[in-house]
Structure formats: C-alpha cells, structure tokens
C-alpha cells in the first residue's frame, strides 16, 4: 500500500518509452498492440500529450491525447494500466490528467473509440462520464477482444 501514496502523474519523457511500450504489449497481443517506434511518434513527434503515472519503482500505465487543429474535441488515443496496477484507481486518476490538459487547450469535449468487447474499458469511461455516441462497425482492422466494431464515446468536458 505504502507505493500507493507515492505515486504521480506526469508528463511522459523520451526515457519512459520503453516502459511505456512494454505495457503496450502487456495489454495487448499482437497484432493489435503499437510498437514502440510507434509509440514514440505519437508520444514524441505528434500534436499529443502523454502523461504517466510512476511510483519509485515501476512506471503503472498511460494515457494519450492526440489534439488536431481548427476542433474543440481532444482524442483520447489509448490508455494502458500495467495489469499489476489494474483496478487501483490509475485509469480514472490518467483520463482525469488528459480531461485537465484537454480544457487547457481549450477543448469542450473528450472522444475516444473503444472495442464492443472491451468490457474493463467501456465500464471505465461510463464512470468517468463517458456517453456512448456511435457505433462503428468494422472499426478495426484486426480483432480487438474478440469484435472488429467499436463505439465511440463522448463526454463534454466542464
Ligand atoms: C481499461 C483499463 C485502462 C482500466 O484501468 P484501471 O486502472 O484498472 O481502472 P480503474 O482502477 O481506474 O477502474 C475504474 C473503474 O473502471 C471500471 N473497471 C475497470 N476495470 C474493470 C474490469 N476489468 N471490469 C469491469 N469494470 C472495470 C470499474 O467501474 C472501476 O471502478 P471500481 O474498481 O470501483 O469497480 C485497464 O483495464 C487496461 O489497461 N486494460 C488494457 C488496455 C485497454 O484495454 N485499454 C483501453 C483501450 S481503449
């Protein structure tokens, strides 16, 4: 419990991205997983911003935004928790981190596209106020938890 109180939410660096891509592939078997020349480009290269929640010891998961010019929705890219972190609070505490960069940058809604059959992520984004808007079927070009389709989800951010 004690690594618990420690922890903090950052900005993600070029140093963390190995860690950062060994989540990936924890959370995800390929080919659905990023790699990690990817995940440098959208931490590093893209209009984007990562945070990280890190304890002493261990980086436990992330969250990208990725913000595109002349819109007021920022999108939320994905968002890992290393599974030995999994259901302590790290998802909400990172969307909430991405919700508060988001307004900073002037953006009145949060969207992002999630797999139908991602039940952990869906469950996640209703209670962090998240409203399914749209289903899209055939979203994915490879299964993601077993569907192709996702729904898209939106909250308005106050
Ligand atoms: C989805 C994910 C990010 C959730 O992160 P997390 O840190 O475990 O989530 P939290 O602890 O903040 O959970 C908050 C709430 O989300 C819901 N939730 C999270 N995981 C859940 C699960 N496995 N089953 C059902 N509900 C779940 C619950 O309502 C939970 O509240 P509770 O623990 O009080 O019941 C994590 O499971 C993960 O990294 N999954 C693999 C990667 C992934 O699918 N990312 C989403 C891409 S769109």
Do not use: W
């Not at 595109?68 to 939320?76: E, M």
């Not at 030995?84 to 596209?113: C, I, N, P, Y």
């Not at 039940?119 to 569907?147: D, P, Q, S, W």
């Amino acid at each position: 419990m004690t690594n618990l109180v420690s922890a903090i939410i950052r900005k993600a660096t070029a140093d963390d991205i190995d860690a950062i891509a060994e989540i990936e592939r924890e959370c995800f078997p390929d080919p659905t997983a990023y790699s990690k020349p990817q995940l440098a480009y959208l931490i590093l290269r893209a209009n984007s911003a990562c945070f990280v929640e890190t304890d002493s010891k261990a980086l436990r998961g992330f969250i990208i935004v990725l913000y595109r010019k002349g819109t007021i929705v920022g999108g939320i890219e994905t968002i890992d928790v290393a599974p030995a972190f999994q259901r302590r609070g790290v998802g909400l505490r990172l969307l909430a981190a991405a919700e508060e960069d988001m307004k900073t940058r002037g953006m009145k809604f949060s969207q992002l596209e999630v797999s139908e059959g991602n039940k952990a992520a869906i469950e996640l984004y209703k209670k962090a106020g998240y409203m399914v808007n749209e289903r899209l079927v055939g979203y994915y070009r490879f299964e993601h938890c077993g569907t192709r389709d996702a729904v898209r989800m939106v909250k308005t951010l106050s």
